[in-house]
């Protein structure tokens, strides 16, 4: 049993949805599913009844909520407060990074420079760019890897913004691109342009966060995909392109709590980011 099983475990007794608590956590539904079954195997006892599509938290579950949530709190200001103390001395690195760069950011890269120069371990977790920069503020996690647009975010001006690189909002598709298309796009770019009066944004444009779910969109289904230029470079198949208009920017940045040093391990990581991610 871990921490992450009882987060998870906690947002879908408050949500009540396997659907619902997936999307907030930014994870897929099956892995969730698992997860959640792998607590009640280890607990040896059943936390939800399932039953034509809906969940029914039991009366065991209600008593492992309570403890959840009280080993939630706890957990966080252990965390938080062996960080304000010692920052130095940390051996786990906590990043969250915005989901449409799942296929940029090479996690696998990151996780083994700190293993082999430092002997730590990283945890990773998505989030949309309001929630990634509120952890880093409210020291949740030491550094977030955000695309940012065109608009106002929260907590922005209370936190360190390095920027790493500047690109635009462009169309993606394997047909046609016109204003009969079906659109996909990501749930904080949407943001940027949403409004009855914009025929981009009609009935049938779906939102997800998860690039390789835009890709497939795009490959298999016949979408066309409102997406950051950087994304095209990992796709595998050549696909038509336009440009957005009107014209949307974003950076890539590296975020870090203005109240607190960064580690050398982070300047590291930072620097490593910088220097060896294809960007």
């Known amino acids: 049993m871990d921490m992450r099983q009882l987060m998870y475990f906690v947002e879908v007794a408050q949500q009540q949805s396997f659907t619902k608590a997936a999307e907030k956590l930014n994870i897929s539904q099956p892995a969730l599913s698992k997860c959640i079954h792998n607590l009640e195997d280890e607990l040896g006892t059943s936390l939800f009844v399932r039953k034509a599509g809906t969940i029914t938290i039991t009366d065991t579950g209600k008593i492992v909520l309570e403890k959840a949530k009280d080993l939630i ?3 966080d200001y ?8 010692n920052p130095q001395n940390k ?7 915005s989901p449409i760069l799942s296929s940029v950011i090479d996690i696998d890269k990151l996780e083994a420079f700190l293993s082999d120069n430092n002997k730590i371990y990283m945890s990773y977790g998505g989030g949309t760019i309001n929630q990634l920069v509120n952890m880093v503020f409210s020291m949740k996690i030491d550094m977030a890897i955000c695309i940012l647009y065109d608009r106002e975010y929260k ?8 920027v790493i690189y500047e690109g635009k909002v462009i169309y993606a598709s394997s047909g046609n691109i016109d204003e009969s298309s079906k659109f996909v796009t990501s749930c904080d770019l949407s943001a940027c342009f949403r409004s009855e009066d914009d025929p981009k944004v009609n009935h049938t444009t779906l939102y997800t966060d998860y690039a390789n779910e835009i890709k497939r969109m795009v490959y298999y289904k016949g979408f ?18 336009a440009s957005f208009v009107p014209s949307i920017n974003y950076r890539i940045a590296l975020i870090t709590n203005k109240s607190m ?4 391990i ?4 930072k620097k490593h980011i910088k220097n060896n991610i294809d960007l």
């Open 224 to 241: 066309t995909a409102i997406v950051p230029d950087i994304v095209l470079s990992y796709w595998d198949k050549d696909v038509n392109t």
């Open 73 to 75: 709190v706890h957990f």
């Open 266 to 269: 982070i300047q590291q990581l």
């Open 91 to 97: 051996k786990n690195i906590s990043i969250g990074c």
């Open 78 to 85: 252990v965390q938080n407060t062996f960080r304000l103390i």
């Open 261 to 264: 040093k960064c580690s050398k």
């Open 155 to 162: 907590y922005l001006d209370k936190v360190n913004t390095e």
